[in-house]
């Protein structure tokens, strides 16, 4: 008889079995393998990001799909991303007081592939030369009024794919 159990740690899903063979716990650890790597992604850091000649940014910050609807509150939040400081969006007309800074978003993800759109948030300067559009996730080199946010960024890592995820859905 073989008797198992299923513990899960901060940083990983152990599978333990009692009795049994060979096999069944070859298996098991094959499983604790795949689980364990699949879920825990590692975030990636604001200063190791692979920009591309061009300013975009191929890879995920976060190895994870982000979220449309988080990325939707993150777009109109005013203390947040506050891209509605400076772009229009439709998708959004219950919202008041849509710039006219940034370009008009309509349409924005058959214009732009995810990894260009990704880089735009991350930094935009290495796109975009002189363009007055933050760096969403960018921790140093430059200064900060408040002291309280040296070396922080505005969005995390997720807010940045959630963000996207929303984005790509601005289709015309």
Request: hydrophobic share 40%; proline share 2%.
């Amino acid at each position: 008889m073989v008797a198992y159990g299923i513990h899960r740690t901060s940083r990983f899903l152990i599978l333990t079995t009692m009795g049994g063979n060979m096999r069944l716990t070859t298996i098991t650890l094959a499983a604790v393998v795949a689980l364990s790597s699949a879920s825990f992604a590692e975030t990636t850091a604001p200063g190791d990001i692979k920009f591309g000649e061009n300013g975009e940014v191929e890879i995920s910050l976060t190895g994870a799909a982000g979220d449309a609807a988080s990325g939707r509150k993150i777009f109109m939040n005013r203390k947040k991303g506050n891209c509605l400081a400076c772009h229009v969006n439709s998708d959004m007309a219950e919202q008041t007081f849509h710039g006219e800074v940034g370009p008009e978003l309509d349409g924005v993800a058959d214009r732009w592939e995810a990894a260009e759109l990704r880089g735009i948030l991350v930094n935009s300067k290495n796109m975009f030369e002189g363009t007055i559009m933050p760096a969403f996730y960018k921790a140093s080199g430059y200064n900060r009024i408040l002291k309280k946010f040296d070396g922080k960024t505005i969005l995390s890592a997720q807010e940045v794919e959630d963000l996207l995820a929303y984005v790509m859905t601005l289709k015309e």
